[in-house]
T-cell receptor, first 113, second 113 residues
């Protein structure tokens, strides 16, 4: 079945450092890929998405490229801020009859001033 | 603000009891999804409704049930509650098949004592 694997956290960075959070997936067909972010005590917010191979999703300085050849959708940001501290979830939608989301285990990011 | 509302925000109850969680989707979204977030299981898909009809089931216990009403709001009913049912329950909505992006509500935190 479909699955998503994320790098284990926590990831601790200093402000203005470069961020990469790895995400790989297993899926049949052509899934949509998403990154969601969960700030402390809050719900899930859509960060970015990509729906086909080589698409790049971007938002608030974060980027991720849909790589079908490596089945990856790694999240990157060139310069993190303290306010980026949160848990980041990679997810896929198999675009089957339900479009349900399958999530990775989440990666906690802590950015120190 | 995603446009998806959930009530109540917090719920504390005892083992063996029954509770109802409520969700109102974004205006125009016909599809509603329920997810459970727990420390040991992560984010798990429970059930999906589309325009009042059940579309897909995930890892939902037989003690749990849901429905979607004609005004498209949805309720998740949890009965014979156990300590292990303590979790954050999220509702999401989408406008499939036009767009498979899911927008999440703030969640209901259920504590079973």
């Amino acid at each position: 079945g479909n699955s998503v694997t994320q790098m284990e956290g926590p990831v601790t960075l200093s402000e203005e450092a470069f961020l990469t959070i790895n995400c790989t997936y297993t899926a049949t067909g052509y899934p949509s890929l998403f990154w969601y972010v969960q700030y402390p005590g809050e719900g899930l917010q859509l960060l970015l998405k990509a729906t086909k191979a080589d698409d790049k999703g971007s938002n608030k300085g974060f980027e991720a490229t849909y790589r079908k050849e490596t089945t990856s959708f790694h999240l990157e940001k060139g310069s993190v801020q303290v306010s980026d501290s949160a848990v980041y979830f990679c997810a896929l939608s198999g675009r089957d009859s339900s479009y349900k989301l399958i999530f990775g285990s989440g990666t906690r990011l802590l950015v120190r001033p | 603000d995603s446009g998806v509302t959930q009530t109540p925000k917090h719920l504390i109850t005892a083992t063996g009891q029954r509770v109802t969680l409520r969700c109102s989707p974004r205006s125009g979204d016909l599809s509603v999804y329920w997810y459970q977030q727990s420390l040991d299981q992560g984010l798990q898909f429970l059930i999906q409704y589309y325009n009042g009809e059940e579309r897909a089931k995930g890892n939902i216990l037989e003690r749990f049930s849901a429905q979607q009403f004609p005004d498209l709001h949805s309720e998740l009913n949890l009965s014979s509650l156990e300590l292990g049912d303590s979790a954050l329950y999220f509702c999401a909505s989408s406008v499939i098949p036009v767009d498979d992006t899911q927008y999440f509500g703030p969640g209901t935190r259920l504590t079973v004592l």
